[in-house]
């Protein structure tokens, strides 16, 4: 089915890296803590400034849509087990699942964000889609070595808007097969 994922989304995925872990309610102080860095809510889909409220209300969205397998968001825990971002993957109504991304501060440069990355579409993978996308707005250099550094090739920029603005989006895919970087 087109709308959602192969699979339901397994609770936990670790690697020596990473451990990601279905997000619940008590995770709101990470919602908050990504919504208030500015570069965050430039880069990605986070409104800015939520408040306690706003973050559980983000949240049960995301359960709701693991629960129904529309894609579900993952809080991102380092190997000393420190909360570090969030990350996600989801149908947002296209035929393959999207993966998405964002990291505090204390969680960039450590190769979290590329691990994560690479858990959630080696499921997805293995789960039997044939291809996943991640997006990244055009000037997002980080984000686009992310997705080099995860076997993801660059296929089509497309216009999209977020909070009310059009955005230009880089559209990049990874298939059964495609090599890391």
């Not at 800015?48 to 973050?55: R, V």
């Not at 909360?83 to 993957?89: E, F, K, R």
């Not at 216009?159 to 955005?167: K, M, P, S, Y």
Request: hydrophobic share 40%; proline share 5%.
């Amino acid at each position: 089915m087109a709308d959602t994922l192969l699979a339901a989304l397994p609770a936990e995925l670790a690697s020596v890296r990473t451990t990601l872990r279905l997000i619940t309610p008590d995770d709101w102080p990470v919602e908050v803590a990504l919504s208030a860095l500015p570069d965050v809510v430039r880069w990605t889909r986070y409104p800015p400034d939520l408040d306690e409220s706003g973050a559980r209300a983000r949240i049960e969205t995301r359960v709701r849509g693991a629960a129904a397998g529309t894609g579900g968001r993952y809080v991102v825990r380092d190997s000393a087990g420190c909360a570090v971002g969030t990350a996600g993957i989801a149908m947002n109504g296209q035929h393959d699942p999207e993966v998405f991304y964002a990291l505090l501060p204390a969680g960039r440069g450590r190769g979290l964000a590329t691990a994560a990355t690479r858990q959630l579409t080696d499921w997805a993978l293995d789960v039997g889609h044939h291809r996943v996308v991640l997006k990244t707005i055009e000037g997002n250099t980080a984000s686009e070595a992310v997705a080099r550094r995860s076997g993801y090739a660059l296929v089509a920029t497309e216009t999209a808007t977020v909070r009310d603005a059009a955005v230009r989006l880089r559209r990049w895919e990874r298939r059964p097969g495609d090599r890391e970087h």
